[in-house]
C-alpha cells in the first residue's frame, strides 16, 4: 500500500470513528432483541413504520423503552402467553389510557391542557381518535384517513352546519373541505372556550368571517 492510500485509510477511519456510537444506536433497540417479537412479529413489523416505532428504534433518548413503553412490564405474559397478564390500551378505561400516553406527551405544548378538557371529561380518550396500530391517516396516527371525517363521526351538527350559513360554512363549491378543523380547534384542551385553538375567540370568528367571505366569492 503506497503512503498516500495509507493515509487516505487513516484519515477515513478517522472520520468514521466519531460516527461509530451512531451506527451502534439503532442495534440497541433493534427489533431481534426485542422480547414481544417472537411471538408478535407482524405486528411488531408494522409498528416499525409508526412514528412511535421510528423513535423506538432510532431515538432512544425521546422514546424510552420499547413496546412496554405503553403495554406495561410484560415478564409474566411473556412467560406465559396469556392475553390476560398484558394491558391493552384499547381495554382500559379512556382514563387509564390516555395516561399511557400522557406519560410522554402532557409536556407538549399541543396537549398541555388536555386533562379537564371538553373531549376528555365527556370520556374520550387519545384513543377514541388515535390508534398506535391501526391508523388510517397518513399524519398523526389518526382512526380516519381524514381529519373531518373523524370529527362528523360524533359532530353530525357541524357536518350540517358546513351547508348553512353558520361558522362553519367552510366548504368550496365541490363540497370539499378546504380547511382542516384543526385550522381553528386544538381538540387536545385550550384555554378559551369551543377548544379554540387562535388566541381568542374573537381571532378564530374573524378567521371564519374571512373564510366564508372567500368561499362565497368562488
Ligand atoms: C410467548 C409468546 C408471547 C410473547 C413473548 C408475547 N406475547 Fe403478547 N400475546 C401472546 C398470545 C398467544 C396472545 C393472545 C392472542 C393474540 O392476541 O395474539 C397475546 C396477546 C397480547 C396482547 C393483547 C391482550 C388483550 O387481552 O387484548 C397484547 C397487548 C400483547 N400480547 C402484547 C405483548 C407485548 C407488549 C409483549 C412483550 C412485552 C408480548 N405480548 C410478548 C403471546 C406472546
Ligand atoms: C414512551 C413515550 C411515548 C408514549 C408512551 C406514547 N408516545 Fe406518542 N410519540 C412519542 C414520540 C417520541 C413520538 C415521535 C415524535 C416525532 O416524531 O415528532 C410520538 C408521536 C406521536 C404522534 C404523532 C404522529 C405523527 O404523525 O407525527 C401521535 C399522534 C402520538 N404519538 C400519539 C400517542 C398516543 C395516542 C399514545 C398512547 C396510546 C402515545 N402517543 C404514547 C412518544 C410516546
Ligand atoms: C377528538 C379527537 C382527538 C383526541 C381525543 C386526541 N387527539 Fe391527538 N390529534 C387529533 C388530531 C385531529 C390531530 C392532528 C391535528 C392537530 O395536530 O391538532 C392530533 C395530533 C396529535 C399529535 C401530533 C402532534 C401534535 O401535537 O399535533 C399528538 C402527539 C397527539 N395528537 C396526541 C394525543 C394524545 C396524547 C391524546 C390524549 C391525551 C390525544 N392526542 C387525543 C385528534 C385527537
Ligand atoms: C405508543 C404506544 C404503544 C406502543 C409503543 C406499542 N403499542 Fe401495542 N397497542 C397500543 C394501543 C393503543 C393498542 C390498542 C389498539 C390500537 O390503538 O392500535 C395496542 C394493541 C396491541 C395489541 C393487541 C392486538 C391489536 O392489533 O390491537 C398487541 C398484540 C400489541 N399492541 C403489541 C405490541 C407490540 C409487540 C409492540 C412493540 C413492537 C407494541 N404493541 C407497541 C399501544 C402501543
Ligand atoms: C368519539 C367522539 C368524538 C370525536 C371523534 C370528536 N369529538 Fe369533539 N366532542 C365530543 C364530545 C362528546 C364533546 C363534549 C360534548 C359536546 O360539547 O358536544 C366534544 C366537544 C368538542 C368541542 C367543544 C364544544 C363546546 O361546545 O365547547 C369541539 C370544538 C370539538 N369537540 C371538536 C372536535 C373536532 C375538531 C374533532 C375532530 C378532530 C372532534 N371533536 C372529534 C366527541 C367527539
Ligand atoms: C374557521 C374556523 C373554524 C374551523 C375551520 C372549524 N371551526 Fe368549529 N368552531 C369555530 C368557532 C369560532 C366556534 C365557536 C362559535 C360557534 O359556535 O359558532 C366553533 C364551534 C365548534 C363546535 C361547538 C358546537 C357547535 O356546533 O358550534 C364544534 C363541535 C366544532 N366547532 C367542531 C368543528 C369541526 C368538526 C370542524 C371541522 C369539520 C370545525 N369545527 C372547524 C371555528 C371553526
Given at each position: 500500500?503506497?503512503?498516500?492510500?495509507?493515509?487516505?485509510?487513516?484519515?477515513?477511519?478517522?472520520?468514521?470513528?466519531?460516527?461509530?456510537?451512531?451506527?451502534?444506536?439503532?442495534?440497541?433497540?433493534?427489533?431481534?432483541?426485542?422480547?414481544?417479537?417472537?411471538?408478535?412479529?407482524?405486528?411488531?413489523?408494522?409498528?416499525?413504520?409508526?412514528?412511535?416505532?421510528?423513535?423506538?428504534?432510532?431515538?432512544?433518548?425521546?422514546?424510552?423503552?420499547?413496546?412496554?413503553?405503553?403495554?406495561?412490564?410484560?415478564?409474566?405474559?411473556?412467560?406465559?402467553?396469556?392475553?390476560?397478564?398484558?394491558?391493552?390500551?384499547?381495554?382500559?378505561?379512556?382514563?387509564?389510557?390516555?395516561?399511557?400516553?400522557?406519560?410522554?406527551?402532557?409536556?407538549?405544548?399541543?396537549?398541555?391542557f388536555w386533562?379537564g378538557s371538553?373531549?376528555d371529561?365527556?370520556?374520550?380518550?387519545?384513543?377514541?381518535?388515535?390508534?398506535?396500530?391501526?391508523?388510517?391517516?397518513?399524519?398523526?396516527?389518526?382512526?380516519?384517513?381524514?381529519?373531518?371525517?373523524?370529527?362528523?363521526?360524533?359532530?353530525?351538527?357541524?357536518?350540517?352546519?358546513?351547508?348553512?350559513?353558520?361558522?362553519?360554512?367552510?366548504?368550496?363549491?365541490?363540497?370539499?373541505?378546504?380547511?382542516?378543523?384543526?385550522?381553528?380547534?386544538n381538540?387536545h384542551g385550550t384555554?378559551?372556550?369551543?377548544l379554540?385553538?387562535?388566541?381568542?375567540?374573537?381571532?378564530?370568528?374573524?378567521?371564519?368571517?374571512?373564510?366564508?367571505?372567500?368561499?362565497?366569492?368562488?
Amino acid at each position: 500500500m503506497s503512503r498516500i492510500d495509507l493515509t487516505a485509510v487513516i484519515i477515513w477511519l478517522g472520520l468514521l470513528s466519531p460516527l461509530a456510537p451512531i451506527m451502534a444506536r439503532p442495534s440497541a433497540n433493534a427489533p431481534r432483541e426485542n422480547p414481544c417479537l417472537s411471538c408478535h412479529e407482524a405486528i411488531g413489523k408494522s409498528f416499525d413504520s409508526t412514528p412511535h416505532g421510528k423513535a423506538m428504534r432510532f431515538e432512544p433518548g425521546r422514546f424510552v423503552g420499547d413496546c412496554q413503553a405503553c403495554h406495561g412490564y410484560g415478564a409474566a405474559h411473556i412467560e406465559s402467553a396469556d392475553p390476560t397478564k398484558i394491558a391493552n390500551p384499547a381495554t382500559l378505561s379512556a382514563l387509564e389510557a390516555s395516561e399511557t400516553c400522557l406519560k410522554c406527551h402532557q409536556t407538549e405544548k399541543h396537549q398541555m391542557f388536555w386533562r379537564g378538557s371538553q373531549h376528555d371529561l365527556a370520556g374520550n380518550g387519545c384513543l377514541s381518535c388515535h390508534s398506535a396500530h391501526h391508523a388510517k391517516s397518513e399524519e398523526a396516527l389518526l382512526r380516519s384517513p381524514k381529519q373531518a371525517g373523524l370529527c362528523f363521526t360524533c359532530h353530525q351538527n357541524v357536518r350540517k352546519a358546513q351547508l348553512q350559513r353558520s361558522t362553519h360554512l367552510f366548504r368550496d363549491e365541490h363540497l370539499r373541505n378546504r380547511i382542516d378543523c384543526a385550522s381553528c380547534h386544538n381538540v387536545h384542551g385550550t384555554q378559551t372556550e369551543k377548544l379554540i385553538a387562535a388566541n381568542s375567540v374573537s381571532d378564530s370568528h374573524n378567521l371564519a368571517r374571512r373564510w366564508r367571505r372567500v368561499a362565497s366569492q368562488g
